[in-house]
Antibody, heavy 120, light 110 residues
């Protein structure tokens, strides 16, 4: 069964950083793009970043440029999203999502989300 | 990149058809066919309903259909059912591997 497993919740203070894992199972992770999307409480979806199947090329939304990195551990099939210089506005649920077919932009499998709370 | 514009809410009675709009710019929806739609129930992850403007993934009801005209994409739900009550988001490719989501539409089944 194709799955993306994410951890439950993280709490950070303003100015800190967070690393969110996304563990894949049931498919060849090196054949699919992996996207990251977040959703602030009561708000809409916001696209953040995408990692190329090679694991070596990433593209980031302009609003996160300079304080985000997405990577992959090929030995475990786990993807990571690192976000630093956190502020209260970064409080949100962070999702990883698989792109179904290369170049389709279709996110067919989603993790359950990781809630990140930024508070002093 | 600003979010695509969607109406905040749309409602309909069971059995009716409703259409959700998603308005972007020439540089996103107007240029690319990589427009997708997602359904999200409260507390759940989004679910892919339509991709590449009008393609349905396996397992998605044929009551859901998509189209595009100029810089506006649309999602039509036919034969509205109680289970269709959810938030719906469109998403478009922008350029250089970047994407943008819409503001979201809350669908209410009366």
């Amino acid at each position: 069964q194709v799955q993306l497993e994410q951890s439950g919740a993280e709490v950070r203070k303003p100015g800190a950083s967070v690393r969110i894992p996304c563990k894949t199972s049931g498919y060849a992770f090196d054949f699919h793009y992996m996207h990251w999307v977040r959703q602030a409480p009561g708000q809409g979806l916001e696209w953040m970043a995408v990692l190329h199947p090679s694991g070596s090329e990433a593209t980031y939304a302009q609003s996160f440029q300079g304080r985000i990195t997405v990577t992959r551990d090929a030995s475990s099939g786990t993807f990571y999203m690192d976000l630093w210089s956190l502020e209260s506005g970064d409080t949100a649920i962070y999702f990883c999502a698989r792109e179904m077919e290369t170049g389709s932009g279709a996110l067919d499998i989603w993790g359950q989300g990781t809630m990140v709370t930024v508070s002093s | 990149q600003s979010a695509l514009t969607q109406p905040a809410s749309v409602s309909g009675s069971p059995g009716q058809s409703i259409t959700l709009s998603c308005t972007g710019k020439h540089s996103d929806v107007g240029t690319y066919t990589l427009v997708s739609w997602y359904q999200q129930h409260p507390g759940k992850a989004p679910k892919l309903m339509i991709y590449e403007v009008n393609k349905r993934p396996s397992g998605v009801s044929d009551r859901f259909s998509g189209s595009k005209s100029g810089s506006t994409a649309s999602l039509t739900i036919s034969g509205l059912q109680a289970e269709d009550e959810a938030d719906y988001y469109c998403c478009s490719y922008v350029d250089r591997s970047k994407y943008v989501f819409g503001t979201g539409t809350k669908v209410t089944v009366l």
